[in-house]
Each structure stands twice: as structure tokens, then as C-alpha cells.
């Protein structure tokens, strides 16, 4: 699916910066990108973040400073009484750049470029955060230099590949989103080279040259992704036993899948659930 252009417009406003708090029913389905970059802290809710080719599962405490024009989308799994909230700040690359003593923020905007995820985020940034709306314009912007100080003082990771390419995305069309959509219903249920092949109406060989190219992996490694993080939602959410998720999400022999989440999570589903549930 091709990610629509978000218009800013930082020029017609009288800050170098947006920030705002943004509460909604739910995360709607908006995949888009825009020049400035951004960081988002999600406050409440919960779903899926699709950063460039990176899919994972979002919560509360999730913090992602994003890169120029890559783009992303944070879903909700569902709407709620509750409601979501993110904090956002969004501003131009050239915002850093204005001055020789910037420099030190230089590594820290290209590694954007695809995305970080701040894992523990420090309890000093996100209270610089919270707090921006309360200054006027000109501490305001002195605070938000100092937020990303801290921001970049403290463990991250990149979330997208550096092979994913927003210039493919360009190029594709419909039939991408009409493949996604046939993915999601039939995931579970299981999907092969061959249904996938000919719901596309393509050969085997040729459709699997496309998939790769278009998503930079192989349709089995972008089902695992959806798979593994459609489990991890159940670890978190449920006290359900961890075999009758995996066979429930579409996984046919239980040591395939501890080894496919292994690779992914870097941990295996039981360390997974003790850390981000803890008794």
C-alpha cells in the first residue's frame, strides 16, 4: 500500500515546532510519511507499529523517534471506552543543524532515518516531555534540546532494515494492499507460496521475486513477523497457556515456533511474558 504525504506545514506557524497531545477513540489505519521528523510516547492503548519494514506490537510507555519521510502507522487492535493518548513532537532535521555545537546530535538523526525504539525510557525525558507545554515559546524550545540530550544518552535500537527503500514504495499498487488484506484474514488459517501466488495471479517463482522486493522479506519471514506478534499481544494480554496461542495463531509444531520466536524476540515466549508481564 502506498504511504500518503502528510502535510505539516511548520512554515504558517509561529513555532519551529508541533507539539501536541493527541487523544482519539482509537489509532486509526494511516499509513503516511511527512519531511519533518517525529517522536511519538504512547500514553494509552495498545496495537500494532508498522515503522518502514518493521512490524511490531505497541503499548503504553512506547517511545519512537522517527526519521525524515519514512513512513509509519500505529494501529489500534481495537476501539475502547478508554480511549488512546500519545504525546508528539514533530520538527524539521534543519532544526539540528543550525549550529557547529549540533553536531553532537549528527549520528543520532541519521540512525532515525529508520526509526528508534527507546527501550526503559528515562523517567528525565519523558518528564521533559510532559512538561514542554507548560513553557513559553522560547524555553520551550531549550527544553525540547535538552529532551533530545537525554533521548540520545539512552539505549535505543533501529526498528526498520536498512535495505527497506521508501522510493519502492512508490512504485507499487493496489495489488499490494489487496495481498495485505488477503494475509490478514487468512493468517491463521494458513497461507502458502501457492494460495498467495495465485491470489495474485502470478507464478510461483515470479511472485516470490515481487514479494521480496516489495517488503524485503520472503512472505514466510512477513508472516512469522505478523504470527510472533499476534502471540506476543496474548502473552501480554492473557494468562492463556503458550502452546494453545501458538497453535491458535496458525503454528503447527510447538518447537518451530519457540525457535521462530527465539530469532525474532531474542528470547523465547516464557522469558518474553516474565519480562514485559512480571508476577
Given at each position: 500500500?502506498?504511504?500518503?504525504?502528510?502535510?505539516?506545514?511548520?512554515?504558517?506557524?509561529?513555532?519551529?515546532?508541533?507539539?501536541?497531545?493527541?487523544?482519539?477513540?482509537?489509532f486509526r489505519s494511516y499509513w503516511h510519511f511527512h519531511p519533518e521528523m517525529?517522536?511519538?510516547?504512547?500514553?494509552?492503548?495498545?496495537?500494532?507499529?508498522?515503522?518502514?519494514?518493521?512490524?511490531?506490537?505497541?503499548?503504553?510507555?512506547?517511545?519512537?523517534?522517527?526519521?525524515?519521510?519514512?513512513?509509519?502507522?500505529?494501529?489500534?487492535?481495537?476501539?475502547?471506552?478508554?480511549?488512546?493518548?500519545?504525546?508528539?513532537?514533530?520538527?524539521?532535521?534543519?532544526?539540528?543543524?543550525?549550529?557547529?555545537?549540533?553536531?553532537?546530535?549528527?549520528?543520532?538523526?541519521?540512525?532515525?532515518?529508520?526509526?528508534?525504539?527507546?527501550?526503559?525510557?528515562?523517567?528525565?525525558?519523558?518528564?521533559?516531555?510532559?512538561?514542554?507545554?507548560?513553557?513559553?515559546?522560547?524555553?520551550?524550545?531549550?527544553?525540547?534540546?535538552?529532551?533530545?540530550?537525554?533521548?540520545?544518552?539512552?539505549?535505543?535500537r533501529k526498528l526498520s532494515s536498512t535495505n527497506f527503500d521508501l522510493q519502492?514504495?512508490?512504485?507499487?499498487?493496489?495489488?499490494?494492499?489487496?495481498?495485505?488484506?488477503?494475509?490478514?484474514?487468512?493468517?491463521?488459517?494458513?497461507?502458502?507460496?501457492?494460495?498467495?501466488?495465485?491470489?495474485?495471479?502470478?507464478?510461483?517463482?515470479?511472485?516470490?521475486?515481487?514479494?521480496?522486493?516489495?517488503?524485503?522479506?520472503?512472505?514466510?519471514?512477513?508472516?512469522?513477523?505478523?504470527?510472533?506478534?499476534?502471540?506476543?499481544?496474548?502473552?501480554?494480554?492473557?494468562?492463556?497457556?503458550?502452546?494453545?496461542?501458538?497453535?491458535?495463531?496458525?503454528?503447527?509444531?510447538?518447537?518451530?515456533?519457540?525457535?521462530?520466536?527465539?530469532?525474532?524476540?531474542?528470547?523465547?515466549?516464557?522469558?518474553?511474558?516474565?519480562?514485559?508481564?512480571?508476577?
Amino acid at each position: 500500500m502506498k504511504p500518503e504525504y502528510e502535510n505539516i506545514s511548520l512554515k504558517e506557524k509561529e513555532n519551529s515546532f508541533n507539539f501536541f497531545r493527541l487523544s482519539e477513540p482509537y489509532f486509526r489505519s494511516y499509513w503516511h510519511f511527512h519531511p519533518e521528523m517525529e517522536l511519538t510516547y504512547i500514553m494509552k492503548g495498545e496495537g500494532m507499529r508498522y515503522v518502514g519494514d518493521s512490524i511490531e506490537t505497541f503499548g503504553p510507555g512506547d517511545l519512537v523517534l522517527l526519521g525524515k519521510n519514512i513512513p509509519h502507522n500505529w494501529e489500534s487492535f481495537q476501539q475502547t471506552s478508554t480511549g488512546v493518548e500519545a504525546l508528539v513532537i514533530q520538527f524539521p532535521e534543519k532544526i539540528l543543524e543550525q549550529y557547529s555545537e549540533f553536531a553532537y546530535f549528527s549520528s543520532f538523526t541519521q540512525e532515525a532515518k529508520w526509526g528508534l525504539h527507546f527501550k526503559l525510557p528515562g523517567s528525565k525525558a519523558l518528564e521533559l516531555m510532559e512538561a514542554l507545554p507548560g513553557y513559553d515559546n522560547t524555553l520551550r524550545l531549550i527544553k525540547f534540546w535538552e529532551l533530545l540530550y537525554e533521548l540520545k544518552a539512552l539505549d535505543h535500537r533501529k526498528l526498520s532494515s536498512t535495505n527497506f527503500d521508501l522510493q519502492k514504495l512508490y512504485k507499487r499498487e493496489s495489488r499490494i494492499n489487496s495481498l495485505k488484506n488477503f494475509i490478514d484474514v487468512n493468517i491463521c488459517a494458513g497461507i502458502n507460496i501457492s494460495s498467495a501466488a495465485a491470489h495474485m495471479q502470478m507464478t510461483e517463482s515470479y511472485f516470490c521475486r515481487w514479494f521480496k522486493k516489495n517488503t524485503g522479506n520472503t512472505l514466510v519471514q512477513y508472516i512469522n513477523k505478523l504470527k510472533v506478534e499476534m502471540v506476543c499481544r496474548e502473552l501480554i494480554y492473557t494468562d492463556r497457556n503458550i502452546s494453545e496461542i501458538a497453535y491458535d495463531k496458525g503454528f503447527e509444531n510447538i518447537s518451530h515456533f519457540n525457535r521462530v520466536f527465539k530469532e525474532l524476540k531474542q528470547m523465547s515466549p516464557r522469558e518474553y511474558r516474565g519480562i514485559i508481564v512480571p508476577q
